[in-house]
């Protein structure tokens, strides 16, 4: 038979202390021995984890972090497998144009700056782009496309 036991939360409402001694013990702020980062750093840092996960640096580095100063370029790239297969979306969108048999793309007016090469190409595409792998040129340019760096 199973033996269900009582949280003892559970079982103490109702009693003034809740176990906690005379009725004033485990009241307010006096009871809960400081604030911040009070009882972080010892016992092996036990606590350290929680506030890591908050991104709060942990406790011991102090003095001056000097920001990096060269300007980070954000890269959005996009594969060529990826970009063939969202051809017809864009064609519905009306986001690139479609004249005979080729593709003419902007890719920067879609929000890339930079072509990969991972993929097959079937289709002929004239892309428009800011950067572009060497090999993701090479790919285009044998499937009847261009690639042109603006």
Known sequence: MVVRKK??????????????GFSKRHRGKGSRGGHGFAGVGKRGAQKETYYLSLGI????????????????????AINLKELCERLEFWIAQKSIEKSADTY?????????????????VTKKLNIKCKSCSAKAKQKVEAAGGAVSLA
């Open 7 to 20: 949280k003892k939360s559970r079982k103490l409402r109702g009693s003034t202390s809740h176990g906690w």
């Open 57 to 76: 640096e942990p406790i011991g580095k102090y003095g001056i972090s000097v920001k990096p100063r060269c300007i980070k370029v954000l890269v959005k």
């Open 104 to 120: 003419k793309i902007d890719l920067t007016k879609l929000g890339y700056t930079k072509l990969l090469a991972d993929g097959k």
